[in-house]
Nanobody
Framework: QVQLVESGGGLVQAGGSLRLSCAAS????????MAWYRQAPVKQRELVAV???????NYADSVKGRFTISRDNAKNTVYLQMNSLKPEDTAVYYC???????????????WGQGTQVTVSS
């Protein structure tokens, strides 16, 4: 059993900052890529940022220069530092990870429960 638990969401004024965390726990052999997605009301879920286990990163154009994804492999945790937040960043943010539960298994995708980020104007 693998769980992803997010924390750090909340309400912030435009221009402010938040830091999201997502900790993976359970039967984990290794974690490949970890990512953050978000879903705003009546919109499709979209990729915000991804980081490989080799710490290569990629970002959605809308957050480049404002958000930073990082990970602590010893803690099985991924972070999303969000600066210069805008009202359009308001969404539920979901953690995603590709996890191997055994050395011989392929990775499976797991999702967190989501954390609400609300940016007021």
């Amino acid at each position: 059993q693998v769980q992803l638990v997010e924390s750090g969401g909340g309400l912030v004024q435009a221009g402010g900052s938040l830091r999201l965390s997502c900790a993976a726990s359970g039967s984990i052999f290794s974690i490949d890529a970890m990512a953050w997605y978000r879903q705003a009301p009546v919109k499709q879920r979209e990729l915000v940022a991804v980081i490989t286990n080799g710490i290569r990163t990629n970002y959605a154009d809308s957050v480049k220069g404002r958000f930073t994804i990082s990970r602590d492999n010893a803690k099985n945790t991924v972070y999303l530092q969000m600066n210069s937040l805008k009202p359009e960043d308001t969404a539920v943010y979901y953690c995603n990870a590709a996890i191997r539960t055994k050395y011989y298994s392929s990775s499976s995708t797991y999702w967190g429960q989501g954390t609400q980020v609300t940016v007021s104007s």
